[in-house]
C-alpha cells in the first residue's frame, strides 16, 4: 500500500511494507507504513523533519497516525534501551524495582538530564510492572533482533 503523500506530512525516505515486519504484528499489523519526511506543523520558512507510523483501517488512513520529531523517536529508544537494561537486573528487588529509590537513571541530554524512573504514582504499580516485566521478556528475541541491528549501523556511523 502507497503512503498518501498528499497530506501535511511529506514522506521522503518510506518503508511502505511496514506491516510485514510490524513485531509480533507483522502481517496482520493497521501499521501499514513508515516515513521519514517533512514535519506537518512546519511553519512559513521553518523546517523540521520528523518520523511517522501511517495506519490504515483499512477503508482509510488513521488519524492515529503518529508524527515524531527525530529526535523524539531517538529519545523513545533511549527509554526502551534504558529500561530493558534496568529489568535485567531488576530480579534482585521484590517488587522489580527499589521501592526507595524509583528513579532509575537520569540521561545526560543537552544541558540537562531525562529522568527514567519507574511511575510510582501508578496505584497499580507492583502488579503492572510484573506485566511489563513479562512482556518485554517475550519480546526479548524480538527487541533484542533490532537492538542489534541499531548497534551495528551506528557502529557503521562512528558511533
Known amino acids: 500500500m ?5 497530506l501535511k506530512h511529506k514522506p521522503v525516505i518510506v518503508s511502505e511494507n511496514y506491516e510485514n515486519v510490524d513485531g509480533r504484528y507483522a502481517y496482520n499489523s493497521d501499521a501499514k507504513g513508515l516515513s521519514l519526511g517533512l514535519a506537518q506543523w ?3 520558512g521553518k523546517v523540521e523533519v520528523s518520523a511517522k507510523v501511517w495506519r490504515y483501517t483499512g477503508e482509510k488512513w488513521s488519524r492515529q497516525s503518529e508524527e515524531l520529531p527525530f529526535h523524539r523517536v531517538i529519545d523513545l529508544a533511549i527509554l526502551i534501551c534504558r529500561a530493558k537494561l534496568h529489568f535485567k537486573e531488576a ?3 521484590s517488587n522489580l524495582y527499589d521501592v526507595d529509590k524509583p528513579v532509575i537513571d537520569r540521561v545526560g541530554l543537552q544541558g540537562d538530564a531525562m529522568t527514567v524512573a519507574v511511575c510510582t504514582e501508578n496505584d497499580k504499580i507492583n502488579e503492572d510492572i510484573k506485566l511489563f516485566n513479562q512482556a518485554l521478556s517475550e519480546d526479548d528475541e524480538l ?3 533490532r537492538l542489534h541491528t541499531l548497534s551495528a549501523i551506528l557502529k557503521e556511523m562512528g558511533y
Not at 502507497?2 to 498528499?6: N, S, V
Open 2 to 6: 502507497k503512503i498518501p503523500t498528499t
Open 91 to 93: 530480579y534482585r528487588y
Open 42 to 44: 512546519n511553519d512559513r
Open 143 to 145: 527487541l533484542s533482533e
